[in-house]
């Protein structure tokens, strides 16, 4: 039912459910089917890293029989404090115009689509962050050491986080 409607499960951790959702993506753009493809893993884990790396399952899925690809329209979404939910700290979002990743490589492709998308999340901190990095530091030896504070609050929020998938690979 959910692939009817253009939701592709996949289990990170099985190879046979990461390959097959490759084919599901393609068959059901070729029906007319959008897809919105969330390629950067779970939680980035780094200080000062911005994002994550991307899967490239979504320039694979994109490329069409005869090489060329269906668009891709990057989605960014930004909170100030992920902690605080609500009218006071809306989610500021930027839906970017169509790239079309015709005659890049895989790599290119992923890591264009990755840095367009992180220049438009550095755009959206430094129009709606409320945070100085004095501010977050406070209290703190390292940007390092309240990074990983902050992690463990994230991590408190899920239900269920699975270490094991955090990175892309």
Known sequence: LSAKNGVIMVNRKVDKSKSSSIEKGKYALANGT????????????KPNGGMLDFWSGFYRIAQKEDGTFYPIIPIVH???NT???????????IVDDPIILDGMSQKEGVEYVRTRMLSWYWKLIEKYGKTTRKELLDGYDSSTEAWE????ERVKTADKYDLEIGRAS
């Open 83 to 93: 902690h605080k939910p609500g009218k006071e700290n809306p989610i500021h979002t």
């Open 34 to 45: 959008s897809l919105m493809i969330c390629p950067e893993g779970v939680w980035n884990k």
């Open 149 to 152: 504070d902050e992690l463990k």
């Open 78 to 80: 930004y909170i100030s």
